[in-house]
């Protein structure tokens, strides 16, 4: 089985940074993608960045409009790993925030999407 466990959530002031990680660990042949969505009080959940390997470049990424400018998604292959760097942070990016990946597990296997249990981000001065 795959285990994604997230870490580095926490209470921040407006205007701070956070860096959210995410370890993917278990049987993995590779991991095709791997994206960061959040979900506020009260809110459904949504996207907010997601990295995809590529066999033409390193990795390509993308973001949610909210989330661009401020948050950078980068990858560790060897480490199976997902980081989120979140700077300029406002109170409404409070959210619990989601790993999710999509995990090939042996080598002729389809591709399955995992989740994480989510870590909690508080801004609030």
């Known amino acids: 089985q795959v285990q994604l466990v997230e870490s580095g959530g926490g209470l921040v002031q407006p205007g701070g940074s956070l860096r959210l990680s995410c370890v993917a660990s278990?049987?993995?042949?590779?991991?095709?993608?791997m994206a960061w969505y959040r979900q506020g009080p009260g809110t459904e959940r949504e996207l907010v960045a997601v990295?995809?390997?590529?066999?033409?470049?390193?990795?390509?990424?993308n973001y949610s409009d909210s989330a661009k400018g401020r948050f950078t998604i980068s990858g560790d292959n060897a480490k199976n790993t997902v980081y989120l760097q979140m700077n300029s942070l406002k109170p409404e990016d409070t959210a619990v925030y989601f790993c999710?990946?999509?995990?090939?597990?042996?080598?002729?296997?389809?591709?399955?999407?995992?989740w994480g249990q989510g870590t909690q981000v508080s801004v609030s001065s």
């Open positions: 990295i995809t390997s590529s066999s033409t470049s390193s990795s390509i990424t």
């Open positions: 278990g049987r993995i042949f590779s991991v095709n993608e």
């Open positions: 999710r990946a999509v995990i090939q597990q042996r080598i002729y296997s389809a591709p399955v999407m995992y």
